[in-house]
């Protein structure tokens, strides 16, 4: 494996030869868990505050480490991002995640299809690899580009603000849309909000956890749920935990909720009981 890199060498002179090669072990590992099939996806509900309806998922991948036991991303997603292993690793999530989706769709929810939302990393913008890549996704699992949903972050789209508006130009083109993740967090300039083809924002958690408490962020979230609406947006609030919670927001008029409230993220075989369930009423 190719070691080399500034990186590398500052993690080496900060942490250490121990935790070096302990990285190093790390790094090798994940970049053979996609052949060694390690990666899962988990799925999250989005529910509608109007009817309580699931009607998107978004997909979260773990990694089940032979030794570390189930991994979040928080714990290897950054690594990735580095080697470059977050472009596989990507595109393994969003396959395996539409192919999951399209069969729901094509069975338990065929009446009223689910959209699926995935975590686009900074690194899979680079270049011009993300848009060939969904167009083969689309192709391949067969799922309805109206129902797929891309994630991006603020600090995404500042970083070549043209280079990125060609590509959720592109992604558009296919039938994609495009949600900004974490909104307030960032700093991004409200320009970018009608220069770039965004059709949900997602209000950080860090907002929702404060609102019952809090004015500043009760306000916070008004205005954003008002801008999001005047800009003919969708307005998730993320990080929903309590009843009190959800009914402050569906006062405030937001559309969909996601959250802990509603259910953590879970693996394939229990959304799909989820949607049964559902089904019967
Ligand atoms: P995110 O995109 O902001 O995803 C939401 C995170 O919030 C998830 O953490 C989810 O489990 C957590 N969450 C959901 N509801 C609640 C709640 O009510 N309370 C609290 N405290 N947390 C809640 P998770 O799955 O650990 O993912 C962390 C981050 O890793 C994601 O944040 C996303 O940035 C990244 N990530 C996950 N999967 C992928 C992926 O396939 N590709 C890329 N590039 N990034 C990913
Ligand atoms: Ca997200
Ligand atoms: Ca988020
Ligand atoms: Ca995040």
């Given at each position: 494996a190719k070691v080399a890199g500034r990186a590398r060498y500052e993690v080496g002179d900060t942490i250490g030869n121990a935790a070096a090669l302990e990285l190093l072990k790390f790094e090798q590992g994940l970049r053979r868990a996609i052949d060694n099939n390690q990666f899962d996806v988990y799925y999250q509900p989005i529910i509608s505050l109007?009817?309580?309806?699931?009607v998107r998922l978004e997909a979260l991948v773990r990694w089940h480490h032979p030794q570390l036991g189930l991994l979040s991303p928080a714990s290897f997603i950054p690594v990735a991002e580095e080697t470059g292993l977050i472009l596989p690793i990507g595109e393994w999530v969003m396959h395996e995640a539409a192919r999951q989706v399209q069969e729901w769709n094509a069975t338990?929810?065929?009446d009223d299809p689910l959209s699926l939302c995935v975590n686009i990393s900074a690194r899979q913008f680079e270049k011009h690899r993300l848009v060939p890549g969904v167009r083969r996704i689309l192709e391949q699992t067969?799922?309805?580009?109206?129902c797929l949903e891309l994630e991006l972050t603020e600090s995404l789209t500042m970083q070549d603000a043209v280079l990125a508006s060609e590509i959720l130009r592109d992604l558009t083109q296919l039938g994609a849309s495009i949600s900004l993740d974490d909104f307030g967090t960032g700093y991004s300039s409200l320009s970018y909000l009608h220069r770039f083809p965004i059709s949900t924002l997602k209000i950080d958690r860090s907002f929702i956890g404060a609102i019952e408490h809090r004015k500043e962020s009760r306000d916070i979230v008004q205005t954003i749920i008002t801008l999001g609406h005047n800009l003919g947006m969708t307005v998730v609030a993320e990080g929903v935990e309590t009843e009190a919670q959800m009914h402050l927001l569906r006062s405030l008029q937001c559309d969909l909720a996601q959250g802990y409230l509603f259910s953590?993220?879970?693996?394939a075989h229990r959304v799909a009981a989820m949607l049964k369930e559902r089904r019967q009423g």
């Open positions: 109007g009817d309580g309806r699931i338990l929810t065929a067969g799922l309805d580009p109206a953590r993220p879970v693996e």
